[in-house]
């Protein structure tokens, strides 16, 4: 949508949690009644578009608490370490790093600038008081420009956009770009019925001709929940099961090798035909995956191309599929 840039999401996830099992890389949360939880997160980039389904996991970054730290790890130190790890990687990579409200700070901003990429963060109006009445007074000297799109279902999507306003009040805050989308419902009495708001800051100049788009970047970022985590922990790869824990990395690195799993997947969900047509044939990927388990139980397959190609046309190797019969 825009020319060599991607946008990638970011987000954190947790994939395990026990009150038994910890190593020392466990974040630990203690409760009112005196359990402790030890839990391991991870901070996740996913790469997607808001037309398509499919989205690309990059490599994540550990949530982890390190010897001698006397304060856990956390979201946003996570954040400080990907980032330029993300550079590192793609060097020539156009990057949109998207994120929900935590990262519209100014130190994640200069770190995203500082490594050569642009940004969508979620900036909610409570959170950014001072930047918001700078908006408002503007609004009042026709400062902030607005667009109304009336859409094919009735709603009205309202934009919103000021460029060139100061995120902060600090003597060397950042001036960052801001833009809005608010989506309008016509109720039966008359009245308008306003049915979602969010709002962004950026480092792109805002305009008439991107608004649009750029709104519907920004509200694409909930894929990163549905499509990436969503689907890992519920619809297959049992991210959250407890394969082992080991005394370090073991658990870190069995959730790598489930999201190395789902990255060929997306692949092939985009590339590759005979996959297509299996994910479209038996629709969900769990029930495809129960399939094909089934078959490699029984039968033995020269190729995963053979074995899709069963899976697609059993017939064709004069196998006859009958129901089961009761005794």
């Not at 009495?189 to 962004?200: A, L, Y």
């Not at 805002?206 to 499509?227: H, L, T």
């Not at 990255?263 to 769990?286: I, M, N, P, W």
Request: hydrophobic share 35%.
């Amino acid at each position: 949508m825009l020319p060599g840039l991607y946008y990638g999401a970011m987000d954190a996830t947790e994939y395990f949690s026990s009150k038994k099992i910890s190593c020392p890389g466990c974040l630990t949360c203690e409760h009112a009644n005196g359990d402790i939880t030890c839990s391991h997160k991870t901070l996740q980039v996913a790469i997607m578009h808001p037309s398509m389904s499919q989205v690309i996991p990059l490599m994540p970054e550990a949530i982890h608490n390190t010897d001698g730290k006397l304060k856990q790890d956390c979201e946003m130190n996570a954040a400080k370490r990907l980032i330029p790890k993300l550079r590192q990687e793609y060097p020539k990579l156009g990057f949109i790093i998207g994120g929900d409200a935590l990262f519209s700070k100014q130190p994640i901003i200069e770190d995203v600038l500082s490594n050569r990429m642009h940004y969508f963060f979620v900036a909610k109006p409570d959170d950014h008081e001072y930047m918001m009445a700078y908006i408002d007074a503007a609004r009042q000297i026709n400062g902030v420009h607005s667009i109304s799109c009336p859409q094919k279902d009735g709603k009205i999507h309202r934009y919103e956009w000021a460029n060139d306003v100061p995120l902060n009040k600090r003597k060397d805050g950042i001036r960052v770009n801001y833009f809005s989308v608010t989506i309008i419902s016509m109720q039966k009495d008359g009245n308008e019925k306003i049915t979602f708001r969010s709002s962004w800051v950026t480092d792109l100049v805002v305009d008439k001709s991107n608004v649009v788009i750029f709104a519907k970047i920004g509200r694409c970022r909930w894929k990163i929940e549905n499509e990436c985590f969503n689907t890992l922990k519920n619809q297959g790869y049992a991210a959250e099961h407890n394969y082992g824990h080991g005394e370090n990395h073991l658990a870190f690195n069995i959730y790598l090798f489930t999201l190395i799993a789902f990255l060929f997947h997306q692949v092939f969900e985009l590339t590759d035909r005979q996959y297509q047509a299996c994910r479209k044939k038996f629709g969900s990927k769990t029930h495809l995956w129960e399939t094909l388990r089934s078959y490699v139980k029984i039968l033995v397959f020269d190729t995963w191309e053979k074995l899709l190609d069963f899976a697609l046309d059993p017939v064709k190797y004069g196998v006859t599929m009958l129901p089961l019969r009761g005794p």
